[in-house]
T-cell receptor
Framework: RKEVEQDPGPFNVPEGATVAFNCTYS??????FFWYRQDCRKEPKLLMS???SGNEDGRFTAQLNRASQYISLLIRDSKLSDSATYLC?????????FGKGTRLHILP | ETGVTQTPRHLVMGMTNKKSLKCEQH?????MYWYKQSAKKPLELMFV???????ENNSVPSRFSPECPNSSHLFLHLHTLQPEDSALYLC??????????????FGPGTRLTVT
């Protein structure tokens, strides 16, 4: 089993819809979790950290489920500019593991 | 944004050439990273420097040689590369240790083509 797994997509979603991604991790000792966004041919950029209590930043909500070992990202009222690849990142304490990413296409 | 800069942005080199990639961060971080990103593959961590000491080397071939002269600069020296080494090479920085390692700031990358 891979340490960090994501559905590669692509998710094709109409503008204005709500979309959610999950990411599962295998190491129960993982300490902290993050979502990054990567636009085509650009570098990854930190989108948000994922806190145990869940956190929200505008249209974006991140949640952590330690019992089931997954994190989620919810995007509400999606915009064309949300089209990107979303990378799940797990801090195992001794190293950082990046997922392969989920591609999201917002359709006009 | 000029937090993390990388030069050159594009590089084409032959298999017998020697070249170096440069990364500079202006964020006051004390950990720096080299990643390789190939098409349709996840980011592969190559090297980690923390407080200017190499703390991780993920079985990277010796034709890649990192150098971290101070906490703001990181180099990747390239020698006798193979065509399969063609990829986007990304530098990142963060505060060192603990949860801070997950909050990394990336440079724009060097797109390397080995002919």
């Amino acid at each position: 089993r891979k340490e960090v797994e994501q559905d590669p997509g692509p998710f094709n979603v109409p503008e204005g819809a709500t979309v959610a991604f999950n990411c599962t991790y295998s190491n129960s000792a993982s300490q902290s979790f993050f979502w990054y966004r990567q636009d085509c041919r650009k570098e990854p950029k930190l989108l948000m950290s994922v806190y145990s209590s869940g956190n929200e930043d505008g249209r974006f909500t991140a949640q952590l489920n330690r019992a089931s070992q997954y994190i989620s990202l919810l995007i509400r009222d999606s915009k064309l500019s949300d089209s990107a690849t979303y990378l799940c990142v797990v801090n195992r304490g001794d190293k950082i593991i990046f997922g392969k990413g989920t591609r999201l296409h917002i359709l006009p | 944004e000029t937090g993390v800069t990388q030069t050159p942005r594009h590089l084409v080199m032959g298999m017998t050439n020697k070249k170096s990639l440069k990364c500079e961060q202006h964020l006051g971080h004390n950990a720096m990273y080299w990643y390789k990103q190939s098409a349709k593959k996840p980011l592969e961590l190559m090297f980690v420097y923390s407080l200017e000491e190499r703390v991780e080397n993920n079985s990277v071939p010796s034709r890649f040689s990192p150098e971290c002269p101070n906490s703001s600069h990181l180099f990747l020296h390239l020698h006798t590369l193979q065509p399969e080494d063609s990829a986007l090479y990304l530098c990142a920085s963060s505060h060192e240790g603990g949860a801070a390692m997950g909050e990394q700031y990336f440079g724009p990358g060097t797109r390397l083509t080995v002919t």
